[in-house]
C-alpha cells in the first residue's frame, strides 16, 4: 500500500511541475494573483458598494480602473488635475453602470499641492461619510539618459510620485486606523522591482514607493484589517509614455512609439481589482516575457544582471535611434 501511494507522488510531482511550467509559459501575473482570480473572490462581489478613491482617474490605468469599479458597484471618488477630464470619465461611469449620480464625485487634485490634501480628503469623507480603498495611481513616468537630465526632473519625479502619493496616504490613514479597516493601493511599477535604462528618476521614485510601503505595512500589524498593496505593472497600454518627463522639465516627448505590444489595460486593472478584492499584498502584473525577467531578478540575481546589460544596451540604442523605449525589444535598430 506504501509503494502504491510512494509511486503516486512520483507520478504526480511532475504532473504538478508540469502544470505550473506551462501555467507561466502563457502566464501575466505571479502566481498569487492568478490564483486568486481562479479561485478567489470575485471583485463584482466583494467590491460592491464600497467607496473607493483613485487619483490620476483621468486616462490611462486611472480612468479604466474607473470604468472597471463602476461596474463593480463601487462609489467613486475621482481625482486628477483636469476636472474636465474627470466629468467626461465619470459620465462614462454612469452611462455603463447602475450608478446614480450622487455615487460619483469628481474632486480635482493636484499631488504637488500637498498643503490641498487635508482639505481634499476632508472633503471625499465628509461626502460619503468615509473612505473604504484609496488607490494612488497618479504619477508619471520618465525617457531620457541620466547624463542628459537636469536635476529639477528627478526632483519633479520624487515630489510627484513618491511625495505626493506618500501626502495623500497620510491623510486616509488615520480614518481607515480609527475605523480598523481599509484598503491602501499604491501603483509602482516593475522597475520599482529592478531597474531600467532611460528611467533613472521613475525607477528612483517607485523603489521609494516599495519602500516606503513595505515599511508601512509591518508597522500596522495592530491594524489586521487594514490592507497596503503595491501594484507592479510592465508595459500597459496607457498615456503615460505621452506624458513622460524628458531631459528638461517642459520638453514633450518626441514619440510615444506604438503601444499595441503591450498588455491591454483592461487586463491590468482586472487583475488589480482580483488582488484587492483578495487582500494580495504585492502584484506583479506583466506579460513575457518580462514577468520572466523579474523572477529571475528575485531568484538568480547574477544572470539577471547578465540579461539587463544585454537588453538595457539595446534599448539606450533604439532611444537614440529614436525609437519607442518600450517596444526596444520588439523592433530593429536603425541604420544610417
Known amino acids: 500500500m506504501d509503494l502504491c501511494i510512494v509511486s503516486a507522488l512520483w507520478c504526480f510531482i511532475p504532473l504538478y511541475l508540469l502544470i505550473h511550467f506551462m501555467f507561466f509559459i502563457f502566464a501575466d501575473a505571479d502566481f498569487t494573483l492568478l490564483w486568486a482570480s481562479v479561485i478567489g473572490q470575485r471583485p463584482e462581489t466583494k467590491l460592491k458598494g464600497l467607496v473607493v478613491w483613485v487619483t490620476g482617474a483621468s486616462s490611462g490605468i486611472g480612468e479604466e480602473l474607473a470604468y472597471q469599479l463602476a461596474k463593480c458597484g463601487s462609489r467613486l471618488i475621482l481625482s486628477a488635475r483636469r476636472e474636465d477630464e474627470l466629468n467626461r470619465v465619470k ?36 461626502y460619503f461619510g468615509h473612505i473604504d480603498i484609496l488607490i494612488n495611481n497618479g504619477g508619471r513616468s520618465q525617457r531620457s539618459l541620466c547624463l542628459e537630465t537636469s536635476v529639477d526632473v528627478y526632483q519633479a519625479l520624487m515630489e510627484l510620485n513618491f511625495l505626493g502619493t506618500v501626502s495623500i496616504t497620510k491623510q486616509v490613514l488615520p480614518h481607515m486606523t480609527q475605523r480598523g479597516t481599509g484598503s491602501i493601493v499604491a501603483v509602482s511599477s516593475v522597475v520599482g522591482l529592478a531597474g531600467a535604462p532611460l528611467a533613472t528618476g521613475y525607477s528612483a521614485s517607485k523603489h521609494a514607493l516599495q519602500g516606503f510601503f513595505n515599511s508601512l505595512r509591518t508597522e500596522l500589524t495592530d491594524y489586521p484589517n487594514i490592507l497596503i498593496s503595491t501594484v507592479c505593472p ?39 481589482l482580483v488582488g484587492i478584492a483578495n487582500g494580495v ?4 502584473i506583466a506579460q513575457q516575457p518580462f514577468l520572466l525577467f523579474y523572477y529571475a531578478w528575485q531568484y538568480t540575481p547574477t544572470f539577471a544582471w547578465f540579461i539587463t546589460n544585454v537588453l538595457g544596451r539595446k534599448r539606450v540604442q533604439n532611444f537614440k535611434a529614436g525609437l519607442d523605449a518600450d517596444s526596444a525589444y520588439f523592433t530593429k535598430t536603425k541604420t544610417s
Open 91 to 126: 459620465r462614462q461611469c454612469l452611462d455603463n453602470s447602475s450608478l446614480q449620480d450622487e455615487d460619483i464625485l469628481v474632486l480635482p487634485l493636484d499631488l504637488l499641492k500637498r498643503k490641498s490634501h487635508e482639505e481634499k480628503t476632508k472633503a471625499a469623507i465628509q
Open 234 to 272: 510592465g508595459p500597459v497600454q496607457s498615456q503615460i509614455v505621452h506624458n513622460a518627463f524628458t531631459e528638461e522639465l517642459n520638453k514633450p516627448v518626441a514619440t510615444a512609439g506604438n503601444q499595441e505590444h503591450k498588455m491591454p489595460t483592461s487586463r491590468c486593472v482586472r487583475l488589480m
Open 281 to 284: 499584498k504585492e502584484m506583479w
